[in-house]
């Protein structure tokens, strides 16, 4: 098993930034695609953003050149730089990865972290 670790979430005022982290723990082979989701009440869950383990990375096009993913691969650990945050940005923020041990590649994901934006 896999355990992940968010951390970052909170109160921000429209404009504002914040940095949410994910730690992977735990029965770790190859930690190949992570990401992150957001929900907000009421609405489908949204991919954010993904980054592979050489980090070439993906955004949805709502977040494009607000926010930035990057990871550690020594510490097993991916973050997101969110920036110019708006109220519709307000979501619990959930990160993905993907645990590759060949041939089978498992999933696994984190407990959420909120972000409010908000005056």
């Known amino acids: 098993q896999v355990q992940l670790v968010e951390s970052g979430g909170g109160l921000v005022q429209p404009g504002g930034s914040l940095r949410l982290s994910c730690a992977a723990s735990?029965?770790?082979?190859?930690?190949?695609?992570m990401k992150w989701y957001r929900q907000a009440p009421g609405k489908q869950r949204e991919l954010v953003a993904t980054?592979?383990?050489?980090?070439?990375?993906n955004y949805a096009d709502s977040v494009k050149d607000r926010f930035t993913i990057s990871r550690d691969n020594a510490k097993n650990t991916m973050y997101l730089q969110m920036n110019s945050l708006k109220p519709e940005d307000t979501a619990v923020y959930l990160c993905?990865?993907?645990?590759?041990?060949?041939?089978?590649?498992?999933?696994?994901w984190g407990q959420g972290t909120q972000v409010t934006v908000s005056s």
């Open positions: 993905n990865v993907h645990n590759l041990r060949p041939p089978f590649e498992y999933d696994y």
């Open positions: 980054i592979t383990r050489g980090g070439n990375t």
């Open positions: 735990g029965r770790i082979f190859t930690i190949t695609n």
